[in-house]
């Protein structure tokens, strides 16, 4: 478990969830941002139900599969649009050639 996760799992046992239910939570949220997300969310609540918890967990790994999606595609247009500025250099033609 990262650091983070730890974070995460030490606050929902302090708000009284079970410690399997915690552990399993803190393992699926495995980034900075994720679990820093949730540690937000559930400062702001009380003991929530697990499904509640497991739904806001399902959320934020949404949210971030989104992003991680969005700046993916922002990037192959940044090089989409490189190559329609600047054309394909010698190098790309050569290895064109080569796998013809």
């Known amino acids: 478990m990262t650091e983070n996760g730890e974070k995460l ?3 929902m046992l302090s708000k009284g969830y079970p410690e399997n239910f915690a552990r399993i939570i803190a393992e699926q949220m495995q980034t900075e ?23 806001e967990m399902l959320s ?8 991680v ?14 190559l329609y500025m600047e054309g394909l250099s010698e190098e790309d033609d050569e290895d064109e050639g080569q796998r013809a």
Not at 69 to 82: D, G, L, P, R, Y
Request: one cysteine or more; proline letters at 2%.
């Open 69 to 82: 999606q969005k700046h993916i595609a922002m990037h192959a247009q940044k090089k989409i649009n490189q």
């Open 9 to 11: 799992y030490d606050l």
């Open 33 to 55: 941002y994720t679990s820093q997300r949730m540690c937000a969310w559930l400062g702001r609540a009380g003991l929530l139900p697990a499904a509640e918890v497991a739904d």
């Open 60 to 67: 934020i790994l949404a949210e971030r599969d989104r992003l």
